[in-house]
């Protein structure tokens, strides 16, 4: 049974940094490519960051880059989005989601998701 467990999430200042974690199990994490989405009540689940296989590329949306960093641990099965400067804007669930072999951008290609974890952001 596949597991994806998100943590790390919590109320934060505007500007402040938090990171998540995420601890997959029952997969073989290094054959899995994996990102991290958000989403707000209303809104659609969307994209924030990707990361290849081995962690040689990363992917983000233009609204995070510069600000967040994916990355990953194979030997842990572990995946991390490292947030810095936060925005009220970037308050929202955070899931993280593998998807067998190639990146992708698209919420719809991905096997499977976490739970989610809640960051919230004050101004």
């Known amino acids: 049974q596949v597991q994806l467990v998100e943590s790390g999430g919590g109320l934060v200042q505007a500007g402040g940094s938090l990171r998540l974690s995420c601890v997959a199990s029952?997969?073989?994490?290094?054959?899995?490519?994996m990102g991290w989405f958000r989403q707000v009540p209303g809104k659609e689940r969307e994209f924030a960051a990707a990361?290849?296989?081995?962690?040689?590329?990363?992917y983000y949306t233009d609204s995070v880059k510069d600000r967040f960093t994916i990355s990953r641990d194979n030997a842990k099965n572990t995946v991390y989005l490292q947030m810095n400067n936060l925005k009220p804007e970037d308050t929202a669930v955070y899931y993280c989601?593998?998807?067998?072999?190639?990146?992708?951008?698209?919420?719809?290609?991905?096997?499977?998701w976490g739970q989610g974890t809640q960051v919230t952001v004050s101004s």
């Open positions: 989601a593998a998807r067998r072999w190639t990146i992708s951008l698209d919420k719809g290609e991905y096997d499977y």
């Open positions: 990361i290849t296989l081995t962690g040689g590329r990363t």
């Open positions: 029952g997969l073989t994490f290094s054959s899995y490519s």
